[in-house]
């Protein structure tokens, strides 16, 4: 092929590169804009004061359970002592992160085997649908990280991801009379397996979190209304 033939082929081969990563950057770019979109049309969580702490409890006997095996319903991992912190900036907020902290783990299978789960600093994060009902369930992690859940025989990892169903809210009223909201979980993120017994399980999994927790909101030490709309 003559020199100039070759130099115009490079020319609009460049060219074709160029637009074939504008779409791709454009395409990214609407989806960002349909996905905050998306965030701002919903339900929101409404308190009755701004830079709120967000704690929340286990409901008893509803306690969040993990089923990392895909088989028995009775082959789940519990937790003595379970922990959840997060900040509302304003008064009406689209989404709610609590950074969840777990010990005295194990399975509750009768056996009890000691089990560890490291969050390394990922965030559950809750939206709300319009009416206040419903809602999905994320997890939020920085890049690189992963939850990891550590039993003697086998190690599971459940990475970042989003928008899972299986989320329903209810106001309650406690003796101090300040609103808090039950939120009942029951979703599936996907996790994968590693050695041990897991290496005849497959790799990737479904699991689930599954129980109820009770958010409550406080400013200075005080507690607020937290709702849902």
């Known amino acids: 092929m003559p020199p100039q033939t070759q130099s115009r082929e490079g020319e609009?081969?460049?060219?074709?590169?160029?637009?074939?990563?504008?779409?791709?950057?454009?395409?990214?770019?609407?989806?960002?804009?349909?996905?905050?979109?998306?965030a701002t049309s919903g339900g929101h969580f409404i308190l009755e004061a701004a830079n709120a702490t967000i704690t929340a409890s286990e409901h008893i006997p509803d306690k969040l359970h993990f089923k990392p095996h895909p088989g028995s319903?009775?082959?789940?991992?519990?937790?003595?002592?379970?922990t959840y912190h997060g900040v509302a900036t304003s008064t009406t907020v689209s989404e709610i992160e609590v950074?969840?902290?777990?010990?005295?783990?194990?399975?509750?299978?009768?056996?009890?085997?000691?089990?560890t789960i490291d969050h390394n600093g990922c965030k559950y994060q809750f939206t709300v649908s319009p009416g206040g009902t419903n809602g999905t369930f994320?997890?939020?992690?920085?890049?690189?990280?992963?939850?990891v859940i550590t039993h003697p025989n086998c190690t599971v990892t459940v990475r970042a991801q989003s928008n899972l169903q299986g989320v329903h809210y209810t106001t309650l009223t406690e003796p101090n009379t300040k609103h808090v909201l039950t939120v009942d979980v029951n979703v599936t993120?996907?996790?994968?397996?590693?050695?041990?017994?897991?290496?005849?399980?497959?790799?990737?999994?479904?699991?689930?979190?599954?129980?109820?927790?009770?958010?409550r909101a406080d400013v200075n030490g005080q507690r607020i209304h937290l709702t849902t709309t």
């Open 12 to 38: 609009r081969m460049t060219s074709r590169s160029k637009a074939i990563g504008l779409s791709l950057v454009v395409s990214v770019m609407s989806a960002v804009a349909a996905i905050n979109a998306s």
């Open 73 to 82: 319903d009775s082959e789940r991992v519990g937790c003595g002592v379970a």
């Open 99 to 115: 950074t969840p902290s777990y010990s005295e783990c194990s399975t509750t299978d009768g056996s009890g085997t000691p089990v």
């Open 138 to 147: 994320a997890i939020v992690c920085k890049v690189g990280a992963n939850i």
């Open 189 to 215: 993120p996907s996790s994968e397996y590693h050695g041990g017994i897991c290496v005849f399980l497959g790799t990737n999994h479904a699991h689930t979190l599954i129980g109820s927790i009770i958010l």
